[in-house]
């Protein structure tokens, strides 16, 4: 079965703030055999549901969401699950699981600290 990942952001009227966020998702498509994504909360296109239906379309039979934030505010414990059970719905025969924030990762906290030392 084919497996995507879609990494969700929150969005911005600014362009170049998702700059790091298409960096994150090339340098992961070159470490992945799946198909990777970028989704938008608001603000910002694709929408989570745009992109899951672009998966989906592509063949995709599971599909792992990575909010792609530091920390499990508002838009992570309540927005996020909201949408993903939509997408499950929509989808009942797609796998759609849903990450913990990545920033709650200890190698993502790790490279972070790491990178902020080294300056």
Known sequence: M???IILFAHGSRDR???RPF???ALTLSEKVDGPVRLAFLELMQPS???AITLLVADGVGSIRVV???LGPGGHVKDDLPQL???ARKQHR????SLDAPIGEQEAVIEAIAQAIAER
């Open 22 to 24: 298409q960096q994150l």
């Open 93 to 96: 025969d797609v796998a759609i």
């Open 84 to 86: 993903v059970a939509r």
């Open 48 to 50: 989570l549901e745009e």
């Open 2 to 4: 084919k497996a995507g």
């Open 67 to 69: 909010p792609v934030f």
């Open 16 to 18: 170049e703030w998702a």
